[in-house]
Nanobody, 114 residues
Framework: QVQLVESGGGLVQPGGSLRLSCAAS????????MAWYRQAPGKQRESVAG???????YHADSVRGRFTISRDNAKNTVLLQMNSLKPEDTAVYYC????????WGQGTQVTVSS
């Protein structure tokens, strides 16, 4: 049974940082390109960043230079380091494969507010 568990969200002031973690179980994690997604209230889920099996990363224009995706295949984990957070980054953050083939987890709430 494939399971994705996201963690690390919280309430942070503008300009602050958070580090999100996604633990994957029940799948051959190292063979999957992975990605982080987010969904803000009233908006569609959007891709934030992705990383290939070989570690090549891409980031959406809205977060490039502030967010960094990484992965640890030995621990079946994908991380998202978020710096210089803005109120518009407020959303529920999810991880999944780059082709969205895995069951969605519950996500982790990120709220950026003063």
């Amino acid at each position: 049974q494939v399971q994705l568990v996201e963690s690390g969200g919280g309430l942070v002031q503008p300009g602050g940082s958070l580090r999100l973690s996604c633990a994957a179980s029940g799948t051959i994690f190292s063979r999957l390109a992975m990605a982080w997604y987010r969904q803000a209230p009233g908006k569609q889920r959007e891709s934030v960043a992705g990383i290939t099996t070989g570690g090549n990363a891409y980031h959406a224009d809205s977060v490039r230079g502030r967010f960094t995706i990484s992965r640890d295949n030995a621990k079946n984990t994908v991380l998202l380091q978020m710096n210089s957070l803005k109120p518009e980054d407020t959303a529920v953050y999810y991880c999944n494969s780059a082709s969205k083939t895995l069951p969605w987890g519950q996500g982790t709430q990120v709220t950026v507010s003063s």
